[in-house]
């Protein structure tokens, strides 16, 4: 089936220091990828997405690629700051094309990052 | 910004009693989620919908009901309140069709049950 593996965490960095949080998947068709941050207490947003190969999603200094050959989103940041600090999630969608499960996303196990001042 | 809304946000109730989480959004979506999230962290899918009088089972098995009715609003049901049902409970929305949309998520609603 389709399924989500994520990097464990927790990470813990220094402000400025590089981030590479890793994802890899395992799914029948072409699914869609995203990254989603979680802040204490808070729901769920949006980082970024890829809908295909080679599609590279971008956001707030993150990015990530959609690597088909390999299976991976590794979600990298260049200089990571406190207000960085979260849990992150990588996700794919269901690329089943029918009914109403189309779309439903699998969510890794989350990545918690402490970024230290 | 999504708009998209749970109530309560934080709630603690004793064993047994019946709980109804609220759940709103103004983006005119057909397609609504509930999510539950564990103390680890784990995501999991326990109810969907793809439009009035839809619902669907999720990934997880659930004790919990749902019911969609209006296209905006689609609560969440606990009959019977158990300490194992002490989670956290997301509500999230998107447009219907296509992997590649995106899923609206609310801010959560912590239950838990003493």
């Known amino acids: 089936g389709n399924s989500v593996t994520q990097m464990e965490g927790p990470v813990t960095l220094s402000e400025e220091a590089f981030l590479t949080i890793n994802c890899t998947y395992t799914?029948?068709?072409?699914?869609?990828l995203f990254w989603y941050v979680q802040y204490p207490g808070e729901g769920l947003q949006l980082l970024l997405k890829a809908t295909k190969a080679d599609d590279k999603g971008s956001n707030k200094g993150f990015e990530a690629t959609y690597r088909k050959e390999t299976t991976s989103f590794h979600l990298e940041k260049g200089s990571v700051q406190v207000s960085d600090s979260a849990v992150y999630f990588c996700a794919l969608s269901d690329p089943m094309n029918y009914g109403g499960s189309q779309g439903n996303l699998i969510f890794g196990k989350g990545t918690k990052l402490s970024v230290k001042p | 910004e999504a708009d998209i809304y749970q109530t309560p946000r934080y709630l603690v109730i004793g064993t047994g009693k019946k709980i109804t989480l609220e759940c709103s959004q103004t983006m005119g979506h057909d397609k609504m989620y509930w999510y539950q999230q564990d103390p680890g962290m784990e995501l999991h899918l326990i109810h969907y919908?793809?439009?009035?009088?839809?619902?669907e089972k999720g990934d997880l098995s659930s004790e919990s009901t749902v019911s969609r009715i209006r296209t905006e609003h689609f609560p969440l049901t606990l009959e019977s309140a158990r300490p194992s049902h002490t989670s956290q409970y997301l509500c999230?929305?998107?447009?219907?069709?296509?992997?590649?949309?995106?899923?609206?998520f609310g801010e959560g609603s912590w239950l838990t049950v003493v």
């Open positions: 799914a029948t068709g072409y699914p869609s």
């Open positions: 999230a929305s998107s447009e219907v069709g296509g992997s590649g949309n995106t899923i609206y």
């Open positions: 919908s793809y439009g009035v009088n839809s619902t």
